[in-house]
Structure formats: structure tokens, C-alpha cells
């Protein structure tokens, strides 16, 4: 059992930074990595980072290099740092840690991000 508590969600101004922080605990030495996700309102959920336990970290094409992941692992945290922010940002945003042999994910419980003037 892995479980997970994101942080950092709020309310930003377009062209905003924000900064997420996913804390894991439990069998994290199993992980094949950690995902941040998110979805908007009568949308699917959608890959934003993704950052394995070894390798470099990818990103979707969609994603614009707006986003950048991070692992700090002495605190077994998953950053995500969002820069130049727009409206369609908007989203509650999840973290997934995917085990490594059965690829099964572990869901936090999400944080909202709203981009607003």
C-alpha cells in the first residue's frame, strides 16, 4: 500500500506559477514511478508529468514545457511546478504512484488548481 497526500493547489493569476507537492508513504521501494494528472470540469483525466523511479522524467507534447516534475527523495516528495499558467489550467490535480511489477496506481485525494483574474 502506497498513500499519498498532495498540497500546493490554490487560486493564481494567469501567467502564475504554482508549485505541487506530492508526499508518499508506505511500500514506495516498489514504485515504478510517479504521475501527475488532472482533470477539469466534463473532461477526461489527463497525463500532465510523469517522473519514473529511475530515468528522466516525460511530459506530454500538450503539456507546452509549462511543467516541470521533480522527485526529492529524501522526503519522498513529487514536485510539480506549473509556470506561465492559463485559465484551461484549471483542474483538480492528482498524483499516482504505479508499481513497478503490477503497474497498478495509487491515487491521491487531488488538489484544486484554479487559474483566474
Known amino acids: 500500500q502506497v498513500q499519498l497526500v498532495e498540497s500546493g493547489g490554490g487560486l493564481v493569476q494567469p501567467g502564475g506559477s504554482l508549485r505541487l507537492s506530492c508526499a508518499a508513504s508506505g511500500a514506495i521501494s516498489n514504485l515504478h514511478g510517479v504521475g501527475w494528472y488532472r482533470q477539469a470540469p466534463g473532461k477526461q483525466r489527463e497525463l500532465v508529468a510523469f517522473?519514473?523511479?529511475?530515468?528522466?522524467?516525460n511530459y506530454p507534447d500538450s503539456m507546452e514545457g509549462r511543467f516541470t516534475i521533480s522527485r526529492d527523495n529524501a522526503r519522498n516528495t513529487v514536485h510539480l511546478q506549473m509556470a506561465s499558467l492559463k485559465p484551461e489550467d484549471t483542474a483538480v490535480y492528482y498524483c499516482?504512484?504505479?508499481?513497478?511489477?503490477?503497474?497498478?496506481?495509487?491515487w491521491g485525494q487531488g488538489t484544486q488548481v484554479t487559474v483566474s483574474s
Open positions: 499516482a504512484a504505479v508499481e513497478k511489477y503490477t503497474r497498478y496506481a495509487y
Open positions: 517522473i519514473p523511479s529511475s530515468g528522466a522524467p
